[in-house]
């Protein structure tokens, strides 16, 4: 191609027999640099497949170069994946019936537990017009003795008419339900799912009817754990149950463990909108379990808005593993959990739970 300018300079435009000449030489030129570009295109990576039990340490392999943080006016804006999402820099939008805020966090301790909690809109939900009100939820709770922390999170089906009244109404009555059979019986060997998730249900269909709704209206997935708040050495037990894709994962020694919620493989990797069942139509369907615990352990529960991050994310994956090694100040959580990554604008709910953290450490230094 080069030395085709070079003729196309030298001769004069008006020798046709030169201009074919040049035209020759051009055309081979330009085929075979479009086979070089096509060979070195590269194959684009396939999500993941996570299951439960499986260890997934940050990726990827290769190191990722830290980011400075970034500032506005001296405040830290949410960090940022990858080229980020072109909905995350539009201005928030009202939704028209403001009943729920568009952000909401917690930061408690109870025991040798200590807790963080956020949940925010997310970008595709808040910056055009029908505005959709955040459709996550979390409520966290406790026995009257203070022995167990109680959390509940759930994802309402954005294909709901009101899915952000069906995930409260679960958050709200599992916390509730969970709480009366604690403080009945404090052992976490009472716990029967099924019936908790029945009760659940049973809650979120009157409160459907009650507003001349179908259940079919206030569907979510939802996610609750009961874990042990006393000090104690070695190992305690976490009850977790779930009905619907609303994860559990734990954080230890930089490697983030994925324990609990519903498979969504496929044979192409992970289908992040497969969601088999939800409530109120199949409490039959919660699965339960028991996970043991060390001290210096992190519990996180999360909608798929943080939890497919963990996923299929490497950066992300790095990024709450360090950031999230011990307890940062909730202000800091809510900025996480507000992150920027292309194609990740549905809403997102983490609540993360430091096990044997002492209140005086759990604090961030002044």
Same mark, same amino acid.
């Given at each position: 191609?080069?030395?085709?300018?070079?003729?196309?300079?030298?001769?004069? /435009?008006?020798?046709?027999? *030169?201009?074919?000449?040049?035209?020759?030489?051009?055309?081979?030129?330009?085929?075979?640099?479009?086979? $070089?570009?096509?060979?070195?295109?590269?194959? $684009?990576?396939?999500?993941?497949?996570?299951? $439960?039990?499986?260890?997934?340490?940050?990726?990827?392999?290769? /190191?990722?170069?830290?980011?400075?943080?970034?500032?506005?006016?001296?405040?830290?804006?949410?960090?940022?994946?990858?080229?980020?999402?072109?909905?995350?820099?539009?201005?928030?939008?009202?939704?028209? =019936?403001?009943?729920?805020?568009?952000?909401?966090?917690?930061?408690?301790?109870? +025991?040798?537990?200590?807790?963080?909690?956020?949940?925010?809109?997310?970008?595709? =939900?808040?910056?055009?017009?029908?505005?959709?009100?955040?459709?996550?939820?979390?409520?966290?709770?406790?026995?009257?003795?203070?022995? *167990? #922390?109680?959390?509940?999170?759930?994802d309402g089906v954005s294909s709901s008419r009101f899915a952000e009244l069906g995930a409260t109404v679960a958050v709200s009555a599992a916390?509730?339900?969970?709480?009366?059979?604690?403080?009945?019986?404090?052992?976490?060997?009472?716990?029967?799912?099924?019936?908790?998730?029945?009760?659940?249900?049973?809650?979120?269909?009157?409160?459907? !009817?009650?507003?001349?709704?179908?259940?079919?209206?206030?569907?979510?997935?939802?996610?609750?754990? @009961?874990?042990?708040?006393?000090?104690?050495?070695? &190992?305690?037990?976490?009850?977790?149950?779930?009905? +619907?894709?609303?994860?559990?994962?734990?954080?230890?020694?930089? !490697?983030?463990?994925?324990?609990?919620? %519903?498979?969504?493989?496929?044979?192409?990797?992970?289908?992040?909108?497969?969601?088999?069942?939800? #409530? /109120?139509?199949?409490?039959?369907?919660?699965?339960?379990?028991?996970?043991?615990?060390?001290?210096?352990?992190? @519990? +996180?529960?999360?909608?798929?808005?943080?939890?497919?991050?963990?996923?299929?994310?490497?950066?992300?994956? +790095? *990024?709450?593993?360090?950031?999230?090694?011990?307890?940062?100040?909730? !202000?800091?959580?809510?900025?996480? $959990?507000? *992150?920027?990554? &292309?194609?990740?604008? %549905? %809403?997102? !709910?983490?609540?993360?739970?430091?096990?044997?953290?002492?209140?005086?450490?759990?604090?961030?230094?002044?």
């Amino acid at each position: 191609m080069i030395v085709a300018a070079l003729l196309e300079l030298y001769f004069a /435009p008006a020798q046709w027999l *030169y201009r074919l000449v040049v035209d020759a030489l051009a055309l081979p030129g330009a085929i075979m640099g479009g086979l $070089v570009l096509w060979g070195g295109r590269g194959e $684009v990576p396939k999500s993941p497949e996570i299951v $439960v039990g499986e260890r997934i340490p940050p990726r990827p392999a290769a /190191p990722v170069r830290e980011r400075p943080p970034v500032r506005v006016d001296g405040v830290p804006v949410p960090p940022r994946f990858g080229r980020g999402s072109k909905a995350q820099a539009l201005p928030w939008l009202l939704s028209a =019936h403001t009943v729920y805020p568009g952000i909401a966090a917690d930061e408690a301790q109870l +025991g040798d537990l200590a807790v963080r909690a956020a949940s925010v809109v997310g970008p595709g =939900h808040r910056c055009e017009e029908p505005v959709v009100p955040r459709q996550d939820a979390y409520r966290l709770g406790r026995d009257d003795n203070g022995r *167990y #922390l109680i959390v509940a999170v759930a994802d309402g089906v954005s294909s709901s008419r009101f899915a952000e009244l069906g995930a409260t109404v679960a958050v709200s009555a599992a916390t509730n339900v969970l709480r009366d059979r604690l403080n009945a019986a404090p052992d976490l060997k009472n716990l029967a799912a099924t019936e908790i998730f029945s009760g659940v249900a049973a809650q979120m269909a009157d409160t459907a !009817t009650s507003r001349n709704l179908r259940d079919s209206d206030i569907c979510a997935a939802l996610v609750t754990a @009961v874990i042990p708040a006393c000090p104690a050495p070695g &190992e305690r037990e976490m009850w977790v149950a779930w009905v +619907g894709d609303a994860s559990v994962w734990t954080l230890r020694d930089g !490697t983030w463990t994925f324990v609990a919620g %519903d498979d969504k493989r496929t044979k192409e990797g992970m289908e992040s909108n497969a969601v088999a069942h939800v #409530l /109120p139509d199949s409490p039959l369907a919660v699965t339960s379990r028991s996970i043991r615990l060390q001290n210096g352990t992190m @519990v +996180g529960l999360m909608t798929d808005g943080v939890g497919d991050a963990l996923a299929t994310l490497g950066e992300a994956n +790095g *990024y709450f593993a360090r950031k999230w090694a011990n307890p940062p100040p909730s !202000t800091s959580f809510v900025n996480d $959990v507000s *992150y920027d990554a &292309e194609r990740f604008i %549905d %809403d997102r !709910t983490a609540v993360a739970i430091w096990v044997g953290a002492d209140s005086r450490e759990a604090r961030w230094p002044r």
